[in-house]
């Protein structure tokens, strides 16, 4: 069975604020957010008979249930980090094609940083000591993101040739996008020179190359195809779906200078049977710029080891012929941990025609990828309009 044209995203929103939001909890954005997609399908909680969820909590589906005060036919809790929501759509399409539920909620909320505060600067949980990484990864100093994506990345330099104004133009044409956005977090003038001169975090990044640290929380809502027209607003269909992964850690990574996106991207194109010349508008899951720029490259938008090259020039900005995180991505709208809700509801917003000043005139066809763990696993969509 394919799950092309199967079911489609009838609601999507974000929680009222997102940003720095002392006062809310994880379920509490959560919740916020399926509310407020809720209402933006016109669909009533008591439909809800799917839930989707992912945070820290092995068990998020169902804490999500009862803070909702529902009981749904279907709960699903697969964890992959920042490419989980993206994933999600895959399988709440196989669940709504199988009869095993209706109306799906995929939700998320996070406080990467008033969580952070709450805990006193401290770190996440504990450490399994017997797991890979920690046996042959801490011992060394890879801990945090940086210090781990910042090895792919030098190591596609020094395969590629790939510099960091290469990377920094990612950094530049991300902010001037959240410059269209009023929600975005961060949208002061940003240059190359700014980046290249702010302060180093794990070399070869830069403050700049990295997402930023929020609050934020958002959802989406999907349903089956037959009923899906039925809706106030158009319906975005998920023309292809796909996820892939390759390793955990970074010491068992195939290629440091790959990932499973290649993989999760051949798949979804292959359903959806477009080209990647006729995508519109791509969202990618852009933790540092070196993630969104070996995406696109993993994606078959480029050759491999000219993702730089592919980028220059303003390329991905506003007024350029490669539109690109058009919310201002990780790097400059929001990224509260795991950021890949946001791109999906940037797509479905897009596909609507509801952007204002950032709307990609005429866009039909979307890309979206998230990427989660060090470059571990990916999920790629393809997203349609009518």
């Known amino acids: 069975m394919s799950l092309k044209n199967a079911i489609a995203i009838v609601g999507a929103d974000e929680t009222d604020n997102i940003g720095i939001v002392p006062d809310m ?15 933006d399908a016109g669909i009533e909680k008591s439909e809800v008979d799917g839930v989707f969820a992912a945070d820290g909590n092995p068990m998020a589906g169902i804490q999500l249930c009862e803070y909702l ?54 770190g996440g949980g504990r450490v399994d000591a017997s797991a890979p990484f920690a046996q042959y990864e801490m011992p060394f100093g890879v801990g945090g993101a940086p210090s781990a994506y910042c090895m792919a990345a030098m190591r596609h330099m020094h395969e590629y040739g790939t510099t960091s104004e290469h990377l920094a133009e990612i950094a530049v044409a991300t902010r001037k996008w959240a410059q269209l956005n009023p929600k975005a977090m961060m949208r002061d003038d940003l240059t190359i020179e700014d980046v290249l001169s702010s302060r180093w975090i794990a070399y070869p990044f830069h ?20 009923r899906a027209r039925g809706f106030r607003k158009k319906p975005v269909w998920m023309l292809g779906s796909g996820e892939a992964t390759t390793h955990m850690s970074l010491l068992n990574m195939p290629d440091l ?14 359903m959806a049977g477009v080209r990647r010349e006729d995508i519109d508008v791509v969202e990618v899951y852009d933790s540092f710029t070196y993630t969104a720029l070996v995406t696109l490259e993993e994606l078959g938008f480029c050759e491999k080891g000219e993702g730089g090259p592919f980028v220059s020039g303003q390329r991905t900005a506003p007024g350029g012929d490669f539109p690109m995180n058009t919310n201002g991505g990780g790097l400059s709208y929001t990224h509260p941990g795991m950021y890949g809700m946001f791109i999906l509801i940037e797509a479905v917003r897009q596909l609507r025609g509801e952007c204002g000043e950032r709307q990609v005139a005429g866009a039909k066809l979307a890309c979206v990828n998230g990427t989660g763990g060090t470059l571990s696993a990916t999920g790629t969509l393809i997203l349609g309009a009518d």
């Open 25 to 39: 909890t994880p379920i509490m954005m959560q919740a916020e957010a399926v509310r407020n997609a809720l209402r």
């Open 69 to 122: 005060g529902i009981q749904p036919k279907y709960v699903d809790n697969t964890m992959t980090g920042g490419s989980s929501f993206v994933i999600h759509v895959e399988h709440a399409a196989a669940a709504i094609a199988a009869g095993l539920c209706s109306v799906a909620v995929i939700a998320h909320g996070e406080t990467g940083f008033s969580g952070r505060q709450r805990r006193g600067g401290g």
């Open 207 to 226: 403050i700049y190359d990295c997402c930023l640290v929020t609050d934020a929380g958002g959802a989406i809502v999907l349903t089956s195809a037959d």
């Open 257 to 270: 200078t790959r990932t499973p996106a290649r993989e999760s991207g051949q798949r979804a194109f292959e």
